[in-house]
T-cell receptor, first 112, second 113 residues
Framework: AQTVTQSQPEMSVQEAETVTLSCTYDTSESDYYLFWYKQPPSRQMILVIRQEAYKQQNATENRFSVNFQKAAKSFSLKISDSQLGDAAMYFCAFYTGNQFYFGTGTSLTVIP | DTGVSQDPRHKITKRGQNVTFRCDPISEHNRLYWYRQTLGQGPEFLTYFQNEAQLEKSRLLSDRFSAERPKGSFSTLEIQRTEQGDSAMYLC???FGQGHEQYFGPGTRLTVT
């Protein structure tokens, strides 16, 4: 069975500081993709960053970067220079075999 | 094209009634997904279409749920004989190509009274 675990239900960060959100997953598949999605309050889910499992290099998208540890099945998201607009629920997701599996989310608060 | 759209945005129905939701994906996207999201949880996969073919269906999807995607364009999700436990946000997402980058719609919030 495929599972995604986000062990931090809530996190907070000071504006302009850096925060890391944790995600672990469990799978026996070798071919998969990992994603972080952001869901602002009452707004639709948007893709933040994507990582292919076969790529060793960690993905980056502007202020967002991941630390992908394949052997440990860990996929954390680092947000640098946090902004008020980063406040949202963040979901880690895992794709394999035509299905997506989502974690339970981490609610991020950005403190001005 | 302004993205994935879903209709209606909100639906209140009485237990036992049937409801149907519609999703219009981004026009060039051949993959379409339905999810259910309850408060405080991540989206749960329900079903997946590639073009008009329904290729995956979650075990969570009871016989009361059915989805279609005629002609590989828009999709409908029908719930028959609704139960209070069906109250949730129903999300649709579409994607194209090997990257599997999904674009989500705003969702349909279903309340079963």
């Amino acid at each position: 069975a495929q599972t995604v675990t986000q062990s931090q239900p809530e996190m907070s960060v000071q504006e302009a500081e850096t925060v890391t959100l944790s995600c672990t997953y469990d799978t026996s598949e070798s071919d998969y993709y990992l994603f972080w999605y952001k869901q602002p309050p009452s707004r639709q889910m948007i893709l933040v960053i994507r990582q292919e499992a076969y790529k060793q290099q960690n993905a980056t998208e502007n202020r967002f970067s991941v630390n992908f540890q394949k052997a440990a099945k860990s996929f954390s998201l680092k947000i640098s220079d946090s902004q008020l607009g980063d406040a949202a629920m963040y979901f880690c997701a895992f794709y394999t075999g035509n299905q997506f599996y989502f974690g339970t989310g981490t609610s991020l608060t950005v403190i001005p | 094209d302004t993205g994935v759209s879903q209709d209606p945005r909100h639906k209140i129905t009485k237990r036992g009634q049937n409801v149907t939701f519609r999703c219009d994906p981004i026009s060039e996207h051949n993959r379409l997904y339905w999810y259910r999201q309850t408060l405080g949880q991540g989206p749960e996969f329900l079903t997946y279409f590639q073009n008009e073919a329904q290729l995956e269906k979650s075990r969570l999807l009871s016989d009361r749920f059915s989805a279609e995607r005629p002609k590989g364009s828009f999709s409908t999700l029908e719930i028959q004989r609704t139960e209070q436990g069906d109250s949730a946000m129903y999300l649709c997402a579409s994607s194209f190509g090997q990257g599997h980058e999904q674009y989500f719609g705003p969702g349909t919030r279903l309340t079963v009274t």
